[in-house]
């Protein structure tokens, strides 16, 4: 990792920027495919397996004894870590839960709002380099908390044709069976337009590949939701001489080691400190599995040391970044001051990882600087909230004058009428 001392503010957005994400290239790569799909159904989707996953898919839902096998292949020791995670994230999701809301706003008028859950949704799950169960723990927690009626997930096979084991039994563990074997653009275009074997939803939720987050956003063109963009995984962390460097460069690896198009940044109030963490990152890649990959993202990675702590704020601010770990003296203090980031994570015991997982909150974020006016996945993206009102005859005699008013000024005299009839037929009733 480069370090670049106390850039100008001017140099920021050149020394920060991100991967080259070439939207409209990788559009017209997924258009074809979404088509395709499109037409062709379930046909094109296998078509599509044994051209990207090398696998004969003859069966694209997984099946009940598929199910059971990978059950037994996973380790008690990973169920009950499983166990664990679903416990905390159900307990945060449920307690976002708000009542009914329900007021009088004047005299005989009545405003009401309540959540109502999306009906059918779809869960991608990435598969590939990384089998991610936790994602599935992530979205259909919420999903089920919220009361979604249907709920599908994707997620890609392996080059025998099988869905990872701890995908399953998570899976299986709150209740979602509805689960189909592709990935890539080609699932988001399933669940777009519906198949033989994949219904369509309504709103489509999870992380992937930029074929994936391209396929997503067309799917917003032909009138289903998505979660949020999304682009490759990110980390920023801000650290002063009472981060533990060794920490540090872990959580910075952490992220790296995410795909060749993850960015990883480290802001350091001094160059020792920037210089401590890179040692260590340097020292740790050495052993780590997903080296090759960890290597290509920290190419796009930078240490950037600013002495001023209003300065430093400044640039995360302007980075916006997916996850943030502030590890400086005052790290409560300062998050407070935080204003754009999809999940902040505070001193030198609370790794990123802690939140990938286990501890509740969600890790399905906004990337790519969309932080700035996206917020992550939460019950509230599982649901929609419906306003209600209702006035009784006191209520259209206070407030249908206002009305009368405010739309006579519109020159929307239909809008009026509607009013100026019930005022009038209320006079009339009472003489």
Known sequence: MKILNNPSQKDWKKEIARPVFKSKEIQKLVKPIMRKVKRQGDKALQKFAFEYDHVEITDLLVS????????????????????????????????????????????????MRRSVPIQRVGLYVPGGTAPLFSTVLMLGVPANIAGCEEIVLCTPPNKEGKIHPAILYTADLIGIDKIVKAGGAQAIAAMTYGTESVPKVDKIFGPGNQYVTAAKQLATKKGVAIDMPAGPSEVLVYADETSIPSFVAADLLSQAEHGVDSQVILVANTEKVAKAAIMEVDKQLEKLPRKAIAEKALDNSVAIVMSNEDKALALINEYAPEHLILVVENSDQVALKIKNAGSVFIGNFTPESAGDYASGTNHTLPTYGFAKSFSGVSLDSFVKKITYQKLNANGIQNLGPTIEVMAGAELLEAHKNAVSLRLKYLKEKES
Do not use: W, Y
């Open 64 to 111: 009940r004894k598929e199910i059971e096998q990978a059950k037994e292949k996973v380790s008690a020791e990973l169920k009950q870590a499983i166990q664990v995670a679903l416990e905390n994230i159900e307990k945060f999701h449920e307690a976002q839960q708000t009542p009914d809301l329900k007021m009088e706003t004047m005299e005989g008028v009545t405003c």
